[in-house]
C-alpha cells in the first residue's frame, strides 16, 4: 500500500494534517450537537409562556402528585398540584442565567487580571499570583457557602460569591499564556513599532489567548450550574418557593418513594444543560486548537 | 536527591504565606456581614446589652488590627471562638464533625481510585474503541451531574427501593461505617472519578507516546511489562497529583454530600450554622478544610517527590 504524499510535505506532515482534519471535522459535529442540546434548553425556557400554558406556581390541591403523563402534565405534578414541566421550562431561565452571569463576568475580569499579571511581570505579578495562590488553597465550595452565609442566602449573593472567588482560574489561564505570548516574535514586532502596552495586550496578546479563554469557560459554565443547584438544593441560593432546578430536587425529596418524578426531571435537566456546554467546549476546543 | 530535598524545603516553607494568608481570608469572612452581625445573630431577640455581648465576645468593639490580633491569638491556642447557636465551642463542635467527614474522604478517594485507574487505563490502551468512546460519553455525563441529585437516585433505588443500605446517619465502628456510608461515598467517589479517569487517560497516552516506550519495546522487553514498569508507573504519579490538585473539589462535594444523607460531618454543620447565622463556626469550619487542603497538598508534593526522581522545585 502506497501512501500519497502532497509534492511539498513529508509523510509525517501529511498525516498530521490528515490528523487535524478528521478532529476539525469531529468538532464541528460536536459542537453542532451541543449548540442543538443548549439552543434548546434556551428557546424552551424563554418561550415557557409559548411552550405551556400551565403557571408555574399555580397551586391545585385538587391534583396533587400527578404520575407523569398525565392529562394536561406530562411531567407530573407536585406535592402543591404545580405543573413540573412548567416549572422546570420557568426555573430554567434562573439556573441558565447562573450559568450565563456567573461565568460571563468571571471570566472577563479574570482575563483583564491574568494578562495585567502576565504582562506587567514584577511585584505585581507576585502579589496577584500570591493571592491566586490564596485561593487555591480553599475548597472552592466551601469557600462560596462561607461567603453566602456571611451576605446572606440569596441568588444575588450567590453570584456575588461566585464572583468573588472563581475569576482565579481564568487569571492563572491567562497569565500563563501571557507570560509565553510575551516572548513571542510577533509581541516583540509590535513593541518594537511603539505600540501601546494596551495595544500591544489587547489587539496581539489577547486574541491569541483567548482561545483557551472560552474553551474553559464552557467548562466553568457546567461547573457553575452544578454549583448554582447545589446551593439552591442546600437552601443558600435561590429559595422556594422558585422553581430553580436544585430547589425543586430539594422539595422533591420528601417524596422519594411516592413521587420519584419530582426530584428526577430537573436533575436531567441539569445534566441536559451540563452536557450542552461541554460538547461546546470539546468542540471548540476541536475547531481552534487541533493541534494541541 | 539534593533536588528533590530542597524541594521540599522551600515547599514546608512556602506554606507559612499561604497559612497566614487562610488567617486573614476567613477572619474577613465575617466583616462581609451586611451591618451588625449582632443584629443578625439576634433577630428579635435584639437589645443594646446583648448586642454590646456579642460585639465584646467576637472582638468587634476594638480595632480591626486588634480585632485580628485577638483571632490570632485565640487562633493559636485552638480556640476558635464559641458557637452562638449551640453551648459549646466551635472547636469541640469540629472536632466531633470531623471524624466522619474524614472517613467519607477517604472512603470516597478509594473508591474513586478504583473506578477511575482500570476504566482510564483501558480506555487509553484501546484508544478510539468502543469501551473509550464509551467512557468519553460517561465522563461528559457524570461531569454535568449534580452530585447531591445522583446521591438521592442512589438513594431512591439502593436504600429505599432495594433497601440494601441504610437511608442516613454515620453508624458505629468500622464495618458499620463502610456500610453507612458506601451511598454517599460511591457519589462523591463518581463526580471525582470524571476528574481522575480523563487525566490518567490523558497522561497513559502522552506516555505512550514517549521514546523510553518504544526504545523498550525495540529492547524486546515484552508489551506487559513495558505497560506495567514504565506506563502505569508514570500514570499513577500522575494520578497522586491530580489528587492533591483537586482534594478541594472532593472535599467541597463532601460536604454537599453529607446533607444529602444526614451524615454528621463538618458539611452538615456548615450548612446548618449558615441558617442560624452561626458565624464563629462558619468561620472555624472553613478554616479547617482548608487548613486540610494545605495540609494534604503537601502530603502528595511529598508522595510525588517520593514516586518520580524528576521533581525539582517549579
Redesign the interface.
Known amino acids: 500500500m502506497s501512501v500519497v504524499v502532497g509534492p511539498s510535505g513529508t509523510l509525517l506532515e501529511s498525516l498530521e494534517r490528515r490528523s487535524r482534519t478528521s478532529r476539525l471535522g469531529r468538532g464541528r459535529i460536536t459542537l453542532a450537537v451541543g449548540i442543538l442540546i443548549l439552543g434548546t434548553m434556551i428557546v424552551a425556557s424563554l418561550a415557557a409562556p409559548l411552550i405551556t400554558s400551565a403557571k408555574p406556581d399555580a397551586i391545585d390541591p385538587l391534583h396533587p402528585l400527578l404520575h407523569p403523563l398525565s392529562p394536561g402534565h406530562p411531567l407530573g405534578t407536585d406535592s402543591f398540584g404545580r405543573d413540573i414541566f412548567s416549572r422546570i421550562l420557568y426555573g430554567g431561565r434562573i439556573d441558565l442565567l447562573i450559568a450565563f452571569g456567573a461565568t460571563s463576568v468571571t471570566a472577563v475580569v479574570g482575563t483583564v487580571i491574568g494578562l495585567t499579571s502576565g504582562y506587567a511581570g514584577g511585584w505585581v505579578d507576585t502579589v496577584i499570583m500570591?493571592?491566586v495562590?490564596?485561593f487555591?488553597?480553599?475548597?472552592?465550595?466551601?469557600?462560596v457557602?462561607?461567603?453566602?452565609?456571611?451576605?446572606?442566602?440569596s441568588v444575588f449573593n450567590m453570584f456575588v460569591a461566585i464572583w468573588l472567588t472563581s475569576w482565579i482560574s481564568y487569571a492563572r489561564i491567562t497569565r500563563g499564556h501571557t507570560l509565553g505570548a510575551k516572548r513571542q516574535e510577533y509581541t516583540l514586532a509590535a513593541r518594537a513599532l511603539g505600540y501601546t502596552n494596551r495595544r500591544v495586550v489587547l489587539r496581539h496578546i489577547l486574541p491569541n489567548l483567548v482561545s483557551y479563554v472560552i474553551i474553559f469557560a464552557m467548562v466553568d459554565a457546567?461547573g457553575n450550574?452544578?454549583l448554582g443547584?447545589?446551593l439552591g438544593?442546600?437552601?443558600?441560593g435561590a429559595q422556594p418557593p422558585s422553581s430553580e432546578w436544585?430547589v425543586m430536587?430539594s422539595d422533591g425529596?420528601n417524596y422519594?418513594?411516592t413521587a420519584?418524578w419530582l426530584?428526577?426531571f430537573?436533575?436531567i435537566a441539569?445534566?441536559?444543560?451540563?452536557?450542552g456546554?461541554?460538547?461546546i467546549g470539546d468542540g471548540l476546543a476541536d475547531i481552534l486548537r487541533p493541534g494541541d | 536527591m539534593s533536588g528533590r530535598f530542597g524541594f521540599l524545603g522551600r515547599r514546608v516553607l512556602q506554606l507559612i504565606p499561604v497559612t497566614l494568608g487562610i488567617t486573614i481570608l476567613v477572619f474577613f469572612l465575617l466583616h462581609l456581614v451586611p451591618g451588625d452581625p449582632a443584629r443578625q445573630i439576634l433577630g428579635q431577640h435584639y437589645t443594646p446589652e446583648a448586642a454590646a455581648e456579642i460585639h465584646h465576645k467576637l472582638g468587634l468593639d476594638q480595632p480591626l488590627w486588634e480585632q485580628y490580633k485577638l483571632f490570632m491569638d485565640r487562633l493559636i491556642h485552638g480556640d476558635l471562638g464559641d458557637s452562638v447557636y449551640y453551648n459549646q465551642s466551635a472547636r469541640s463542635l469540629i472536632a466531633e464533625r470531623m471524624p466522619a467527614t474524614m472517613f467519607l474522604i477517604v472512603y470516597a478517594g478509594v473508591l474513586a481510585a478504583l473506578i477511575s485507574i482500570p476504566i482510564g487505563i483501558i480506555a487509553a490502551l484501546r484508544r478510539g474503541g468502543v469501551f473509550d468512546q464509551a467512557t468519553r460519553i460517561g465522563t461528559l455525563i457524570t461531569f454535568a451531574m449534580p452530585p447531591f441529585w445522583f446521591g438521592i437516585i442512589l438513594l431512591l433505588f439502593f436504600a429505599l427501593k432495594l433497601q440494601l443500605f441504610p437511608v442516613s446517619g454515620y453508624g458505629n465502628g468500622f464495618t458499620d461505617h463502610l456500610w453507612h456510608l458506601f451511598l454517599p461515598a460511591l457519589t462523591i467517589a463518581l463526580a471525582f472519578s470524571t476528574i481522575l479517569t480523563r487525566t490518567l487517560r490523558a497522561s497513559m497516552l502522552s506516555t505512550l507516546r514517549m521514546d523510553f516506550v518504544d526504545t523498550a519495546r525495540i529492547k524486546g522487553v515484552s508489551r506487559t511489562t513495558v505497560l506495567m514498569r514504565h506506563v502505569v508507573r508514570n500514570a499513577i504519579v500522575a494520578i497522586v497529583v491530580v489528587f492533591g490538585i483537586n482534594l478541594a473539589f472532593l472535599i467541597g462535594s463532601t460536604v454537599l454530600v453529607e446533607n444529602v444523607f444526614s451524615i454528621p460531618g463538618l458539611g452538615e454543620l456548615l450548612v446548618g450554622s449558615v441558617s442560624s447565622r452561626d458565624y464563629p463556626v462558619v468561620q472555624g469550619t472553613t478554616l479547617v478544610l482548608a487548613f486540610l487542603v494545605v495540609l494534604v497538598n503537601l502530603l502528595t508534593d511529598i508522595v510525588h517527590a517520593a514516586l518520580d526522581p524528576r521533581v525539582t522545585y517549579e
Open positions: 500570591r493571592i495562590d490564596l487555591f488553597a480553599f475548597p472552592f465550595f466551601v469557600l457557602i462561607a461567603i453566602v452565609a456571611m451576605l446572606g442566602p457546567v450550574i452544578v443547584s447545589s438544593f442546600l437552601g443558600l436544585g430536587i425529596q422519594l418513594l420519584w426530584s428526577t430537573p436533575g441539569i445534566i441536559l444543560v451540563g452536557v456546554f461541554s460538547l
